[in-house]
C-alpha cells in the first residue's frame, strides 16, 4: 500500500496520484484537515502502528511506499474528551497536544527511517530560513546580505551599505490569512527611504536582505539526488521584479528548460543533504555579473509550474519512484 498525507486541494498530489490509478496502484490518503485521525495502537515489539481516518484503517505493517506532500493531520482527541468532561484546562489540554505530537512524530518518522519503505519527505521539516542560508553559505553557495534587528538606525547602516537596494520578507514560512472576508498575502517588498525615515527606533524583529541586480530567478525543484531547473524571466516585468509570486495572468513570465552548472549542482545537492531533505523547491538567482545566489528552500514547495513549462514529467517520476 501507498500512503500520502497531503492537502485537499494540492493539484501537484491529484496529479501524481492520477499516475497512480493508470498503473493500478494501491493507495491511502489523508489530507490536512478534512478527516480527523485516531491513533488506534502503537506496539514497539511488534513495531506496529495502527490509525483510522474516517473509513480508512492504515497498518505500518502494511506500508511499502510513503510521501509526506504536505499538511499536517488533525486531532480526534478534542471531541471526544470535551464531550465527557466539557471544556479542557489549557494546561492539560496542552500535555494532551504534546502527548499526540509525539506519537505523530514517531508514527512518521518510522516511515521515514525504515530502510524497508519507499520514502518521500519529511513531516517534521519547517522552512528554517536561517539555517537555510547559513548550510549553503557552508556549501559554498552564494547569499544575500542579510540582517535581522529591531533597530531604525541600524537599518538605516544596512540600506545604505547595500547602496540603497533592500528588500525584507518573512523569518519563517509567509503569512497567508483572511480577517473579515479580505486575504492577506506576505510578499518579499522593496523598502524605500521614506519608509525607513517612519519606521520607529525599535520595533519588532525583522529580516531584510541586499536587493539583487538579477537577469533572472531560478526554481529547481530538487527530488532524490534530481535537479529539475527552470528559468523565469520576472525581470522583464515591474509586477513580479521584486516577488515573481506576484504572478501577472495577463502578461505570463517567460519560463524556459534551464542546465545548471556542474559545480552549482554539486553545491545544491550538498546543501540537500545537509538539510536533511530528499526534496524541495528551490529558488536562486542569477545577478548581473553571472553569480548564482541561493535564496531559499521550501520543502514542501509546488513543482507543477516548474515541470509542465518544461516538460520535466516530474509527476510521472514521483508516482514511479512510489
Known sequence: MIFVIS??????????????????KHFVRINSNSRKVEILNVDLDKKQIEIQSGS??????????YWYRRGYLSKTYHSILKKEYGDLDP?????????????????????ETNEEIIS??????VDRKLDQLTIARQCGLGVPSTLIT??????????????????TKGISSSPSLTHQNISLEGYTEELTLAFIRKLP????????????DKQYELRIFFFHQQLYSMAIFSQEDDQTKIDVRKYNDLKPNRTVPYNLPDNIKKQLIDFMYKMKLDTGSIDMVVDSENNYIFLEVNPNGQFGMVSKPCNYYIEMEIANYL
Not at 494546561?91 to 512518521?108: G, P, Q
Request: glycine share 2%; net charge negative; aromatic share 16%.
Open 7 to 24: 492537502d485537499e486541494n494540492d493539484a501537484s498530489t491529484n496529479e501524481v496520484l492520477e499516475w497512480l490509478l493508470a498503473r493500478e
Open 120 to 125: 518521500i519527505g519529511n513531516y517534521a521539516i
Open 150 to 167: 529591531i533597530s531604525k538606525d541600524k537599518l538605516l547602516k544596512f540600506y545604505f551599505k547595500c547602496e540603497k537596494k533592500v528588500i
Open 201 to 212: 527606533l525599535t520595533f519588532f524583529p525583522s529580516l531584510f536582505q541586499e536587493n539583487i
Open 91 to 111: 494546561y492539560i489540554e496542552h500535555h494532551l497536544n504534546n502527548e499526540w505530537d509525539e506519537i505523530l512524530r514517531f508514527f512518521t518518522t518510522s516511515l
Open 56 to 65: 480508512s484503517y492504515i497498518d505500518s505493517g502494511n506500508i511499502s511506499s
